[in-house]
Each structure stands twice: as C-alpha cells, then as structure tokens.
C-alpha cells in the first residue's frame, strides 16, 4: 500500500500541541507506517518554501490560530492543496487564549507590546512597519490581521481536535481516523469534532446533577476559600465553566481540584459560551433569596467576579457571537 502524506503546520501558537502529539507514543510510529512525515518544521528541518516542491498532501494538520497576513495566506496555500485538514487545539478551533487580544484594537496590542510592558526599553516608541530597515537592510515583516481568529473563518475544515493541548485520548482517536482514512480513503461528509456529545457537567465526578438544586451563595476565587472536593464549585461559589463546556477531557483539572476553565470548547448546542454561561449562573445567584433583591442589586452581585471577560471567554473568543471590540466612532 502506497503510504499517504502528512504535513504538520502552525499559525500564531505556543507550539504546545506539538509537544502533545509526542504523547501518542508507539501509536505516532504506527502512524508513519501509513504517512510520510513531508513537512513539520519542529520535527524536520522544513522550510515554508518547499512545500512548492510537493503536488499534494493528503492530510495537514494546522495547530494555532490565524493572526497575520502570512498566516492567513499560509493556510489558505495549505488547504489548496491538503485532501484533509485538521484544526488541532482549541487555538485553532476556536480561536484560544490567545484570542483575548481580541478585546483591544490592533494599534493597542501594537503600543503595549512595544512600548507599554516594563521590560520594553523604546522611549521613541517606535513600532515596526511592514518593511523595516535594520542596518541598511529592509525587512519584510508579517503584518497583524485586524483580529485574531480560528482556521474554520477562513477555510473548511475536515476535522476538529479542541483543547489546550488536545488530550492524548483524542489524539489517540485522530491517529485512528487517520489509519482509517489511508486504508479506505474515505474522507467524512461532514465537518466532525473529536470528543464527546454532551458537556462536562455530564460526565464530572462531582455529580453536580445529584444535587437537589445550585445555590450559588456569593463568588468568590480559588485562594479565598477552602475547596470541599466532593461539591460543585459552583455550589462553592467558583466558576466553573462546565454546563456550556464540550466534553472530552476526561475531567482532568476537576480531579485536580481545579475547576473548567472552557479549553474543550462550546458544549452541543451552544453557539456562545459567554453568554450561555452568563444566563445560566444569573439564574442560580442566591436563588432561594432571589424575591428579595432587584434587578440592579441582582447584577452587583453578578459585577462581584473579577475580569468576566476572561473568565467567560478564555478560550472561545473569535468564534463567540461577539468575536472582537468594536471601535467607536
């Protein structure tokens, strides 16, 4: 059997999702019994250019989000000529954490990185341009999208991988997609997440479904109170993102005593993480009191938790139904 091909490629990432498909261990070697490995610049000593050299690629699997106009262009060069695509990581399926730049306009992100951070000595305040000249020689320098956003605006996408990193059991599952796909050839008629159907309050240990009713009797953060393992958070006033957050991730932070944070992305039938969430703990605030306070005293108390913004939309930001600020004027 004529082996397939195989390219790994990155937008704006910390490369984690690299390091994560190392994970796979054997299973990584069984699947380059099926694929060569044609382009994967950690991996190989590949350069951008030589994929000019290559007619086809069967497979690309893109982690990291879409931030410059080469990254953009990239993908697109990619999808061209890639059979299947894989957004690998939430960065690349949703946007992730690094979608958060998204509550500033691009010229802000631009100032505080080069001229506002306490490490950055530039009194001129000077912010490269597209072509920069340093010691005579004029660089030609990516030049940042407007906003940050997912592979999915710019292109159709076979397959999603969410979280941050995806988690070895879903990699495990993608490796086997893949074999699947270089014996049959069998691409899937539709786009297809790889986790599970149902949001991690579902599947979390803590059982929260047990409980006769939420209460939720004042937020507070995680230093702030001693974390009873065996009650909700929410019940203890943590947030937690699990009612809108897809499963998949085996519960790994709520064993570790650690509540949701989101990285697997939207549950089923949630369009907007933020705003599901947000109406859904609305609801619960002090509920057995709940006739006893105003509306205006009813968002004071929902005004008690810190930075909502990145709490409610950390990982799902660009592809949330308010993807970015808006500029007055």
Not at 57 to 73: L, M, N, P, Y
Not at 77 to 96: I, M, Q, W
Not at 289 to 306: A, G, N, T
Request: glycine content about 6%.
């Amino acid at each position: 059997m004529k082996k397939k091909t195989l390219g790994i490629f990155y937008g704006k990432t910390c490369s984690g999702c690299d390091v994560q498909l190392l994970d796979l261990g054997e299973k990584f070697v069984e699947l380059l019994e099926y694929y060569d490995l044609v382009f994967w610049s950690l991996a190989v000593d590949t350069k951008f250019d030589e994929l000019d050299k290559i007619e086809r690629i069967d497979v690309a699997i893109i982690h990291g989000s879409i931030r410059t106009d080469e990254q953009k262009e990239r993908l697109k060069y990619v999808r061209e000529k890639s059979d299947v695509l894989v957004a690998f990581g939430t960065c690349a399926c949703y946007g992730g954490i690094i979608g958060l730049a998204n509550l500033l306009l691009k010229d802000d992100v631009l100032k505080i990185v080069y001229a506002q951070t306490p490490s950055t000595v530039n009194p001129e305040h000077v912010v490269p341009s597209p072509i920069t000249p340093i010691n005579d020689v004029k660089l030609k320098l990516p030049v940042l999208e407007p906003w940050v956003q997912p592979l999915s605006a710019f292109v159709h996408v076979e397959v999603f991988v969410p979280g941050c990193p995806p988690p070895v059991k879903s990699i495990e599952e993608l490796a086997t997609f893949l074999i699947n796909y270089a014996k049959t050839g069998e691409k899937p008629t539709r786009s297809i997440i790889i986790a599970e159907e149902k949001s991690l309050c579902d599947v979390c240990p803590r059982n929260p479904k047990a409980s006769r009713k939420i209460i939720i009797p004042k937020f507070r953060r995680l230093h702030e109170v001693k974390i009873d393992e065996n009650k909700c958070f929410l019940e203890q006033g943590i947030i937690c993102l699990g009612p809108v957050t897809r499963a998949g991730c085996d519960a790994r932070c709520i064993k570790a005593n650690v509540p949701c944070r989101g990285c697997m992305g939207p549950a089923p039938n949630v369009i907007d993480m933020a705003s599901k969430f947000i109406t859904s703990i609305a609801s619960l605030v002090e509920i057995d009191k709940e006739r006893m306070y105003s509306d205006e005293e009813l968002i004071k108390k929902l005004e008690e938790i810190p930075d909502p913004a990145g709490y409610f939309s950390r990982f799902t930001l660009p592809s949330g139904l308010i993807k970015h600020r808006v500029k007055k004027g």
